[in-house]
């Protein structure tokens, strides 16, 4: 990180790496542990350069990193805090925010 930045420019970056559907189940994904580009193709059905994209997005923030393993890459969390991080968005609190989303509306 550039110095003379607020952590809360870092921190907005992270939450705008999660807030991709896809970087989501990207990141689900890797909870089991590492992951070729190939299987997660494989297992979301985005094609290949979106994953790649996803994926370096997901590098820049430092949520994960990557290894070459012969002419693949293999990809994994760098910390497994942020799985913290992304549970913390638990369904009462979800529920909780769209009702008074909705609440508002009316």
Excluded: W
Excluded at 2 to 7: A, D, E, I
Excluded at 20 to 33: C, M, N, T, V, Y
């Amino acid at each position: 990180m550039k110095q003379g930045k607020k952590p809360e420019v870092f921190k907005a970056k992270v939450f705008k790496a999660l807030s991709d559907p896809a970087r989501l189940e990207i990141i689900e994904l890797l909870r089991g542990g590492g992951k070729y580009v190939s299987d997660i193709v494989k297992k979301t059905g985005v094609v290949q350069p979106a994953v790649s994209r996803h994926l370096k997005i997901l590098k820049e923030c430092g949520m994960v990193e990557e290894s070459k393993v012969g002419n693949k890459r293999l990809y994994k969390v760098t910390d497994a805090r942020i799985f913290k991080v992304i549970n913390s968005l638990d369904p009462n609190l979800i529920e909780g925010l769209k009702k008074h989303v909705l609440e508002r509306m009316v």
